[in-house]
């Protein structure tokens, strides 16, 4: 399972165009529309990463633990079921100890009290996170400064940053590297940018920015709308 | 939809203890003319407060158990769910919350918003119950009610709108300048009974003025209307009460009331708040999951031509038999009609049917949805559903989680002994999750149920109403064994003892069942097996079911095949076929490689997030994986789970680690493999444990 996961991750799309993934410190975000599947793909590359047997951290800013605990499951049993495998305890164990959900809810979230928990984890149970997922934040309001800020506790945990951004339908407009609304003002801070998208004939996720490279940016990938691997191998 | 329903209130009054939560119920009682004499919680006059039907709780001066009442203000029926002020008696809330519709917070005006009035505040939040906040003892030295109404928002997160300001202060009050209306009230008369309107007095005009604005500035924020009256300079009695009440039931609002119950200023104020701005039954949804079609939720309407859907939501035993409080979700129940219990199926017909009000009561033909009523003489459990038999709903899953702790119970007379039996069929019938039985081994009556605090509440209840004086064991855990391995079995049961003699021949193999306790497979071809001693094959390996070989707790998780097998045609008989089956289980047990398992309990700890990381911490030192944490305004609540055998003490290391300020819940998840390095330890002290017993 782990193999096919790995091999039809969404992620695929950087390994084929750069060879590496974000690295320590790097941050990359996943934009789509509402309703699209943003968690759901973020959580596929979460799943992705916790195969590879990194220490996960998964934000979810309006959306309480049993939610997001709830969409591993159902992706994960989408995974095993398009794998036609038994469900696997030790996979499960695997998600399980290695990935802590954070909730933040009504107004809740500030980088500050992410970092008091973060700390607090380390303390307590001596778990310091690879990779971090930050799913539901209002990029809109959000300063650039606090992306700044994002970085800096990227390079200092040594992990990789993955958010999840909301654009609108009505505001198609991209800048002159073409990437959307809301990210456009702040594309600088992200190494990796991804759109997912629907098109007709499925679901797409494009890579925009893929770090200094350029060869990469455009290439597209369609995706299994109920496990978000790479349908088209 | 019947218009009744909408004069209708069901709601909790909830509070910290000592807030005067019981004070200002016999107040609400006298004023409502359903009490016509006034007693305190610690009555001088020794007959004690109304609401308090429990011994204990006129004792101690603290409610444990909800008693449900019925009263009427300003033409509304309004039932008064006295709901326990101790976070430690957790069913009893829960089961109090589950039916009221709304409820008033009590704060003391002294104390301020304490950390059991949070703790009561987040249950009421997890329930979604719409409240309106009173702060009482406004006469006493030291008291602040603006300053309680600013912690309203500070530390419980609510949006509070002063509703009044106070006249005077401290032992200077008189009464209470309403907001709403723009005049001052009074509570005159020896019990304060007659309400005076005057105006607002001079040096309070101003103040007054600028709180309405407030008050206005956001209930505003709930309608539009009120938003252009504002505009206008043209607001409403009833425009202001719409809006409030609108924001107040979709919990955006909080508005609060003051006085002192105990000097009886303020409690109509409060009946008024009840009658405007907390919600009808109608206006609440409520869900029942329907047992036909696989459990599916059905949002129950709340109609009097519906199917009826009662929830049987606490028992009581009276002088005149088992009394049974009812919510009625939908329908109507009528004297002599039929009613059926989802759990069982069981008729029942309904006799006495009456209203409760504390220790009386009154007799009544018939009750509609949105009700809650008591019937006498009907044998259910508590949490038990009722319908008309035309649905097969539930108002609870019917799931039971199996009881992960026990201790021993021993009465020390005969005495007690009979009392014990009597407070032991009353619990069992209360609680699905607390159980009893006899250990055949010790003789010993064990009692167990869901966590360590579970049993205290009983143990208590068992000394104090039943009079039963017990002493208690170690409290256990409940290990189970389960296999890992596949193995294979062939064996043979013969004896000759003169007579007729015992033949029987096993084979097959056992391997661990991924789901459910106990499989059986027969895949005996040719008749190796008569097909008449099968049913004992399986009967010989179940019974190996209760005590596993490794330390002799149930087996869990197995799965039998029997493939083959040899029978004589004189001495083969289902006695020895099952005493082969028991034999073969007891020679290839130890072979399938077993395992002690141990029951991992889902703990959450809510806890104000400065203690975030001592509660993790405490949660690390008990072999716990902390799997989520939410943060919700002030609070924190981190999620985990933890094997039960570390969770003995942890209330009091918790409250300790948190200035009382935590409270977690506490419930079964799953049974999971003790870890390698402690199953060693554990079975050596459980076997010799076992064998100290045995002598």
Redesign the interface.
Known sequence: MKTILLSRSPLRILERASGESLGPGGMGVLIARAGVGKTACLINIALHKLMENFKVVHVSVGEGPEKIHAYYRVLLNELVNACKMKEDDDVQQLLENNRIILSYVNKSFELPRLRAQLDNLKEALNFSPDVLFVDGMDFESTAPAVFKDFETLALELKAEIWFSALSHRHMAEVNERGIPYPCDKVDHMFSVILHLQPEEGGLYLKLLKDGENDSGSGRKVRLDPSTFMIADG | MSEGIKVKRNIGISAHIDSGKTTLTERILFYTKRIHAMHEVRGKDGVGATMDSMELERERGITISSAATHCEWAGHQINVIDTPGHVDFTIEVERALRVMDGAVLILCAVAGVQSQSITVDRQMNRYKVPRIAFINKCDRSGADPLKVAGQLRSKL?HNPVLMQIPIGSENTMKGVVDLVSMKALYFEGSSGETLTLKDIPGELVEKAAARREELIDAASMFSDELMEAALEDHVTEQVLIDAVRKGTISRELTPVFMGSAYKNIGVQCVLDGVVRYLPSPAEVENVAFDLAADETEIVLEPDPEKPLVALAFKLEVTPYGQLTYLRIYQGRIKKGDDMFISRSGKKIKVGRLVRMHADEMEEIEQAEAGGIVALFGVDCHSGDTFTDGSVNYSMSSMFVPEPVISLSVTPVDTKSQNNMAKALNRFTKEDPTFKTYVDNESGDTIISGMGELHLDVYLERMKREFKATVVTGMPQVAYREAITGKASFDYTHKKQTGGSGQFGRVAGFIEPLDEGVYEFINEVKGGAIPTEFIPAVDKGFRSCLDKGGLVGYPITGVKITVNDGKAHSVDSSEMAFSQAAVGAFRSVYMKAAPVLLEPIMRVAVESP?EF??NV??S??QRRG?????????LFTTV?AEVPLAEMFGYATHLRSLTQGKAEFTMEFSRYAKVPESLAEELKTRLREKAKGEKK
């Open positions: 997160n997030t975030q990381g993790m911490g949660i690390t994986m902390i799997t989520s944490t939410m943060e919700d305004g999620e």
